[in-house]
């Protein structure tokens, strides 16, 4: 044989070798789910994946595998053995759920990774229950990272592979080369999402084990999970932002609006500084900072990197319950005195990127289908001027609504640092 293509199937064989080896580790851990659901004429039965998390026999898994299960979900593991197992704890906005193996059911867990070092064209393996052929292994490398913009409804994360992941695939584990878990295999995309049998088209969706452990350790204490909140909203620093803001990184997103008296603004967070980091993670899309947050419960210290008039600067802010924060946003909004139908809007006091005082009254949500919004008013608009007055305050914005007979006014708005005018219809109600 060529002495030179033995150098080729040397490595070859023994990268074979090593996957079969921690493959092997990991199949024990990984479990078939058939899950029995009743519609009220007939029981059905559908097929999933998991993987057992811990000693205490918590499996892990998606929360749409098993949120219909009635009160049957059978495990199946590696050597054919079936275990029953009830559905512990559920969180449909990340699709994860919780389940607890019956007692007599000894199980090993899997050894829990991490996907902060994965980098794009790592290969990684699928392990699953496609088709109801359980045991399934497939290969391939990470296509993408921090993949969103897949459900428009929700934020989303996620590690993209060309691993083959089918129907049943759902709740099971992407593993490392370490046969470690670092994701948990959720979706795939198919390019007829009406297509009744779907197949894997070499796109396969996994939630980020980072982004998944803190909502798994409160399902397994809670049975629920409780997000918490800074008070602060952010978005996507483009080029022009980030040379008009002297910003040398590439990565980092916009605080536009800090909620008075929130845990963001009692740690001294203002609007115009660029979070480059939460918790020693990169920020390289939106949805990785809402995700973050909202996974810790209430009270969670959150460590945060901040880039403020040419400075790195580093703060922790505590996070605090979704209802408090609520309350704390109607306080600063007063809806009575806004002339403008489906616009809410929120006190500015802050200084811009070159240290001058930036006041008026920001947008920080509104309607789609209302005028204003048709007319190019969007959130984080700062409305500065009304028919030529400012408005700082909202006693201000009242007063103009009570004298004014206008039909329409012209506003003056701050729009990321540049001025714009509109002509919006007043409400006079």
């Not at 009304?386 to 206008?406: A, C, G, M, R, T």
Request: aromatic share 6%; proline share 6%; glycine share 6%.
């Amino acid at each position: 044989m060529n002495p030179l293509l033995n150098l080729f199937l040397i490595p070859i064989f023994l990268l074979a070798s090593n996957h079969s080896s921690y493959i092997e580790k990991v199949l024990p851990s990984v479990v078939s789910l058939t899950i029995y659901t009743h519609n009220g004429y007939q029981s059905q039965e559908s097929l999933g994946t998991g993987f057992v998390y811990n000693d205490q026999g918590i499996i892990v898994t998606n929360a749409h595998v098993v949120k219909s299960a009635s009160n049957k979900i059978i495990a199946t593991f590696s050597n054919n053995k079936n275990c029953f197992a009830t559905l512990q704890g559920l969180d449909e906005e990340t699709d994860i759920a919780t389940l607890k193996l019956e007692p007599n059911c000894p199980a090993p867990k899997a050894k829990i990774g991490s996907d902060e070092s994965l980098r794009i064209g790592d290969q990684v393996i699928a392990i699953g229950n496609p088709l109801g052929l359980s045991q399934t292994v497939t290969q391939g490398i990470v296509s993408s990272l921090h993949r969103d913009g897949i459900f428009p409804d929700k934020p989303s994360d996620f590690i993209q592979t060309d691993a083959a992941i089918n129907p049943g695939n759902s709740g099971g584990p992407l593993i490392n080369q370490k046969g470690e878990v670092i994701g948990i295999n959720t979706a795939f995309i198919t390019s007829n999402p009406e297509d009744h049998s779907p197949s894997n088209s070499g796109m396969g969706l996994a939630i980020p084990i980072s982004t998944a452990t803190p909502i798994i350790e409160q399902l397994i204490k809670n049975g629920s999970v409780t997000r918490g909140y800074v008070g602060l909203m952010v978005q996507e620093l483009s080029h022009s932002l980030a040379n008009y803001f002297d910003f040398p990184l590439d990565h980092g997103l916009l605080v536009t609006n800090v909620v008075p008296k929130s845990p963001a603004a009692q740690a001294g967070i203002k609007e115009g500084d660029i979070i480059t980091q939460i918790n020693q993670q990169k920020l390289l899309n939106i949805t990785q900072f809402p995700l973050f947050v909202s996974s810790n419960p209430p009270g969670s210290e959150i460590n945060l990197s901040l880039w403020r008039l040419g400075k790195t600067t580093k703060m922790v802010v505590t996070s605090a319950p979704e209802a408090e924060i609520t309350d704390l946003i109607h306080q600063n909004s007063k809806s009575n005195a806004n002339p403008f139908n489906g616009v809410t809007l929120s006190k500015v006091d802050a200084r811009s990127h070159d240290n001058k005082p930036l006041k008026g009254l920001q947008v920080i949500n509104i309607a789609p289908d209302c005028e204003a919004f048709i007319e190019g008013l969007v959130i984080n608009d700062i409305i500065t001027h009304i028919n030529d007055s400012p408005i700082n305050e909202f006693d201000q914005l009242s007063l103009f609504k009570d004298n004014s007979q206008q039909m329409h006014a012209k506003i003056t708005i701050n729009r990321q640092g540049q001025k714009r005018f509109l002509a919006i219809r007043l409400n006079h109600e």
